[in-house]
C-alpha cells in the first residue's frame, strides 16, 4: 500500500483549510521513489495551489542530490550553450542588480547558463550552488565558482549578498517559510531577490503533456497574486512583478516572476482570486488531452504487439500508474538519465539507450517536452531503425507513427499519420 503522508498547512498563509481539485498519481521506481502520488488542493483562506500529502523537505532534498535530471549525462569537452531564456532573464535582473561589483548568488543553478549570461552582461562577483554535485561540476566550464548545497544548508556568508536569484526552484520546496528565512539570513539588508516560476493561473494543456504541470517535482502552484502574497507577507514587498512565457525544451512555460526586497515590512495577504480556476480549466483540458493519448497508445500498436518505452519521467510514471500503458505490452523502459538505468518499474528493467542495439521492438516515446531530441537520438545519434511512436504532432493534437526497417505496415485504426 502506497505510503500517505501528513497534511500540508498551506504555504502561504499556514491555513489548514483547503479543498482538493485532483489527485495526480505515479508509479513508484523499484529502487528511488519519492512519492507514490499528491492531492492538488486549493487554500479556502487565501486562494494559493498546492500540493497536499506529500513527503517532509529532508526526502525532497535527498531526491534532487542523488537523481537530478538538470546537470548534463554524458561528460563534456567544452561549455555548454547558453539558452535564449537565461539571456531574457539575465537582461530583467540585470536592471535590479546595483552594480556589477554586488555580490550575487544563483541557489538552484543547475548547468550555470543564466550566471553566464550575467557574466557577459559585465557582471564580476557571481557564485552558484545545487543540490547535484554534478550541476557544480559544470560551472568550471564557465570558471564561476559554486558548491553543492540545498538552499536550507548554503554556507553563511562572510559578507552578506546583494542580490539572490532563484529560477524554477520554489515550485519544488514543500519549506518555503525556511526558504524565506534563508533569504534573510544570505541577504544584507535592502539586497533582493528574483523569483521566477511556472504560472498556475495560466497553465495551457497543449503547452505540454496532460497534467505535465503537476509533476513528481511540482508541489507548489504559483499565480503572480499567489508569489507576490508570500514574501510580502514576510517582509519583502515587491519591486517588480508580472506574467512572461519561457521556452523550454521542445514547450513553452507560462511564467510569474517578481523581484522583492528584503525590508522587514509585512503586508496583508490579498486572496488570490486567479489560481483555482485557472486549475480547474488546466484539469478539464488535460482530461480530453489524456483521452486522446490513451486512445493513441492503443490504436498505434500491432496485434499482440510489445514496445519499447522510452522515458521514464512524469509522463510515463503517471500512464503506469492510472492505466495508460498495459504492462504485459511493454518489454523494456529506456532512459538517458544513468541515475535511472539499472532501476525498474513494475519487474520491468529501465536500460541505456545503447543497450538498445539488437532491440527489434516498436519504440514509443513517452515525452512532449523532448520528443523531437529523443527521436533524432534514435535516428541519428544511435542509428536505430525501428518503427516509432511519437504521441505529439507538430500542434500536440496527433500521433505519427513512423514506421521501421523491418516493419513497414502500419496499424489499422483511427490513428493520424504524418
Known amino acids: 500500500m502506497a505510503q500517505r503522508f501528513s497534511t500540508r498547512l498551506c504555504p502561504v498563509c499556514g491555513s489548514a483549510q483547503s479543498k482538493m481539485l485532483f489527485r495526480q498519481s505515479f508509479e513508484p521506481f523499484a529502487g528511488a521513489s519519492l512519492m507514490a502520488g499528491y492531492d492538488v488542493v486549493i487554500c479556502q483562506e487565501c486562494g494559493a495551489g498546492f500540493a497536499d500529502a506529500i513527503p517532509p523537505q529532508s526526502a525532497l532534498d535527498d531526491y534532487y542530490r542523488d537523481l537530478s535530471k538538470y546537470e548534463d549525462a554524458a561528460p563534456r569537452n567544452d561549455p555548454p550553450p547558453v539558452e535564449p531564456r537565461f539571456r531574457d532573464i539575465a537582461g530583467l535582473v540585470a536592471r535590479h542588480i546595483p552594480t556589477r561589483e554586488s555580490r550575487v548568488l544563483e541557489i538552484g543553478c543547475a548547468n550555470g547558463g543564466l550566471l553566464k549570461a550575467l557574466r557577459d552582461l559585465g557582471f564580476l562577483n557571481l557564485l552558484g550552488c545545487d543540490p547535484s554535485p554534478g550541476c557544480v561540476r559544470a560551472l568550471e566550464f564557465y570558471g564561476i565558482p559554486g558548491f553543492a548545497c540545498t538552499i536550507f544548508t548554503v554556507p ?147 496485434p499482440g504487439e510489445r514496445m519499447i518505452v522510452w522515458g521514464v519521467g512524469t509522463h510515463t510514471l503517471r500512464l503506469l500508474a492510472t492505466g495508460g500503458f498495459d504492462l504485459a505490452r511493454i518489454a523494456l523502459f529506456v532512459d538517458s538519465n544513468p541515475k535511472y538505468q539499472r532501476q525498474s518499474l513494475r519487474g520491468v528493467a529501465i536500460v541505456a539507450p545503447e543497450e538498445l542495439k539488437a532491440r527489434p521492438e516498436t519504440i514509443l516515446i513517452s515525452s512532449r517536452s523532448s520528443q523531437q531530441a529523443i527521436h533524432n537520438q534514435i535516428r541519428t545519434t544511435l542509428g536505430l531503425k525501428n518503427r516509432l511512436i511519437l504521441l505529439y504532432g507538430p500542434e500536440g493534437e496527433n500521433c505519427r507513427v513512423e514506421p521501421g526497417a523491418a516493419l513497414d505496415t502500419l496499424p489499422a485504426g483511427g490513428t493520424s499519420l504524418e
Open 156 to 302: 553563511p556568508p562572510g559578507e552578506p549578498y546583494d542580490f539572490l536569484i532563484l529560477t524554477g526552484v520554489l515550485e519544488h520546496i514543500r519549506d518555503l517559510e525556511g526558504a524565506i528565512d534563508q533569504f534573510r539570513r544570505l541577504l544584507r539588508k535592502g539586497g533582493r531577490v528574483y523569483l521566477e516560476v511556472p504560472d498556475a493561473s495560466r497553465y495551457e494543456p497543449r503547452l505540454d503533456a496532460p497534467f505535465q504541470e503537476f509533476s513528481i517535482e511540482h508541489i507548489n502552484f504559483f499565480s503572480k497574486t499567489s508569489l507576490v502574497n508570500l514574501m510580502q507577507s514576510r517582509g519583502f514587498p515587491a519591486v517588480e512583478a508580472d506574467h512572461t512565457v519561457r521556452p523550454l525544451h521542445e514547450v513553452t512555460c507560462p511564467c510569474t516572476y517578481g523581484v522583492f526586497e528584503n525590508r522587514m515590512e509585512p503586508r496583508a495577504v490579498e486572496f488570490d482570486t486567479e489560481t483555482e480556476p485557472g486549475l480547474q480549466a488546466y484539469i478539464e483540458g488535460c482530461r480530453g488531452e489524456d483521452a486522446r493519448i490513451r486512445t493513441a497508445i492503443q490504436q498505434s500498436l500491432l
